[in-house]
């Protein structure tokens, strides 16, 4: 089943809320989401011809899902120190070894939990402004962060030092 213009764009206007929630639960802000977004609409419309008419709104999150995590990529902050990259900005002219660590770490994990590691350390946002975003208790939340910064330290085979004192 291939998609015509008229039916993408009732589709889109449909949609968009909820695959926009989804980019912005994996990027952690406005406007990673918003690229996000473009760029999953732009790549259903591209694979239009391979949709199967089934479970819209999952075929269009998975595509989110990709372009948000794409763009987490292109954005993940890379060292030779694979212990500090949760706290730098860039990844631009970063060593290999520490890009492949960094990626070993955010590729077991879930979408969700590598983007509150985002948020916390790369972002700098507070526990209760994660809490929050995420609606959860900070509790909750620091308790989750804590067994996502062990195992980041098993996985990556280091001590992550604390970034924030909340």
């Not at 990626?103 to 985002?118: F, H, I, N, T, Y």
């Amino acid at each position: 089943m291939t998609l015509s213009e008229t039916e993408f764009r009732v589709l889109y206007s449909r949609l968009a809320p909820a695959v926009r929630a989804r980019c912005r639960a994996i990027c952690g802000n406005n406007a990673d989401a918003d690229e996000a977004l473009q760029e999953a609409f732009l790549s259903a419309w591209r694979a239009r011809h391979r949709f199967d008419g089934d479970k819209p709104l999952a075929w269009l999150q998975t595509i989110a899902r990709n372009a948000s995590l794409d763009i987490l990529r292109r954005r993940r902050p890379w060292t030779d120190d694979p212990a500090t990259w949760l706290k730098l900005e860039s990844p631009q002219g970063a060593p290999t070894a520490a890009a492949v660590d960094v990626a070993r770490v955010l590729d077991r994990m879930k979408p969700q939990d590598a983007a509150m590691l985002r948020l916390r350390h790369a972002e700098g946002w507070r526990i209760h402004e994660i809490a929050e975003h995420l609606g959860t208790s900070q509790r909750s939340l620091r308790r989750r962060l804590a067994r996502l910064e062990a195992r980041a330290q098993a996985l990556l085979g280091v001590t992550l030092e604390a970034a924030h004192a909340d």
